[in-house]
């Protein structure tokens, strides 16, 4: 089958952890043997922020590290029709210009026989609900929620039919143990400083317990104001800005414990919807401690593959018994693995989507593919 992916991005990272996912479904449907193609706009935030921070060499290195992937970038001028007149499959990001959404339902409507797919990722259905309320989807499918409360919320607020949670995962061809890698460092946080959805959840389980622990401490991410930086350095804690996805895992490596520290619309709004990181981090063996978040889908095993610490002193303590306990550190680092080849993988998450094409229905050769796929 073809799918063609509508991503805000899929070269650029900047800011932007949906392009991780998306580019670990499509390597793996590719692997499998069906066509991915991306099309991403001109303009795009993600990608305009990350050449105007780090030049062009990040574009060239994701060729380089992604040979396999095909994205292309539309303009006004675009014929997204004649670029859909072969697909059995789109899919269009939250992200996407709302006339776009509503004009790739009309291609659908009059005469495409793709299966059309609405995918979101974002917190905008409780904290902007007017903008995902005003989205044009009746001609979709079906959409993709990525936890369960947002697959409710949709349903409930009569926005589309046929939502599938689908949570994201790991791409585990990248995403894994470096052990030949020296640790150097003791605590690593990758995380963008996200207009100031957790600026006091920063300041009390990152910052704090780094400073009192005297850690050998580094913090990686985009968008941190001066006020941010100047917190950092006086804890003691590195700051060194946007890093590729693909260079995640020698980061992990490098040092012997990480952290989750949500942002506070999906601790409040959105229970049940970690970011990727989590995913990422437990795929590369590394112990994760994390702040409050309520994981009501059973998606991990609290305790078990990571920690959770309910305010700033726990976090302390926990920090002070991985950093000390090497059994305890290696217990986490493997069990948090085994959690995420069991069940958080890109590969799973093409299962998923290749069942639910199939449940749907209303693409004759899609469902035919897929069932004929899962038979093997």
């Known amino acids: 089958m073809r799918f063609i992916f509508y991503t805000h991005s899929l070269m650029s990272d900047w800011n932007h952890g949906?392009?991780?996912?998306?580019?670990?479904?499509m390597r793996d449907l590719i692997r499998r043997g069906h066509d991915a193609v991306a099309l991403e706009p001109e303009g795009a935030w993600s990608r305009e922020n990350l050449v105007r921070d780090q030049g062009t060499?990040?574009?060239?290195?994701?060729?380089a590290t992604f040979p396999d992937l095909e994205t292309r970038i539309y303009g006004a001028d675009f014929d997204h029709e004649a670029a859909l007149a072969d697909a059995d499959v789109v899919v269009v990001h939250e992200w996407s210009e709302p006339s776009l959404v509503e004009k790739i339902g009309?291609?659908?409507?009059?005469?495409?026989?793709?299966?059309?797919?609405?995918?979101?990722?974002?917190?905008?259905?409780?904290s902007a609900e007017k903008d995902i309320g005003g989205l044009d989807l009746q001609d979709y499918d079906g959409v993709l929620a990525f936890g369960e409360t947002l697959r409710r919320r949709y349903l409930e607020a009569g926005w589309g039919r046929n939502v599938l949670t689908w949570h994201e995962a790991a791409d585990t061809s990248i995403f894994k143990p470096m052990p030949d890698v020296e640790k150097t460092g003791d605590l690593v946080w990758i995380g963008n400083w996200g207009d100031d959805e957790r600026t006091a959840e920063i300041a009390e389980f990152l910052v704090a317990p780094a400073r009192d622990l005297h850690l050998t401490a580094t913090v990686h991410g985009v968008r941190?104001?001066?006020?941010?930086?100047?917190?950092?350095?006086?804890a003691?804690?590195?700051?060194?800005?946007?890093i590729a996805n693909a260079d995640v895992p020698e980061a992990f490596a490098r040092y012997r414990v990480t952290m989750h520290i949500p942002r506070r619309p999906y601790v409040e709004n959105l229970p049940g919807i970690p970011t990727i990181r989590v995913f990422e981090a437990l795929a590369c063996g590394i112990p994760l401690i994390s702040a409050p978040w309520e994981d009501c889908e059973g998606l991990f095993r609290p305790g078990t593959d990571f920690l959770v610490a309910r305010?700033?002193?726990?976090?302390?303590?926990h920090l002070r018994r991985v950093l000390?306990?090497?059994?305890?550190?290696?217990?986490?680092?493997?069990?948090?693995?085994?959690?995420?080849?069991?069940?958080?993988?890109?590969?799973?998450?093409?299962?998923?989507?290749?069942s639910f094409l199939a449940d749907l229905g209303s693409h004759p050769e899609a469902a035919h593919a897929t069932t004929a796929e899962a038979a093997e």
């Not at 306990?325 to 080849?341: C, H, K, S």
């Open 57 to 63: 060499a990040p574009l060239e290195r994701f060729r």
């Open 324 to 354: 000390t306990d090497q059994d305890l550190a290696r217990e986490l680092a493997v069990t948090g693995r085994e959690r995420i080849l069991a069940r958080h993988t890109c590969r799973h998450r093409v299962e998923e989507l290749l």
């Open 311 to 317: 305010n700033g002193e726990e976090m302390r303590q």
């Open 224 to 234: 941190y104001p001066q006020s941010a930086l100047a917190s950092l350095a006086e």
């Open 236 to 242: 003691g804690i590195a700051y060194k800005g946007w």
């Open 106 to 126: 009309r291609v659908r409507r009059h005469g495409g026989r793709f299966a059309l797919l609405f995918h979101d990722t974002h917190h905008r259905a409780v």
């Open 18 to 25: 949906n392009a991780h996912f998306m580019r670990g479904v």
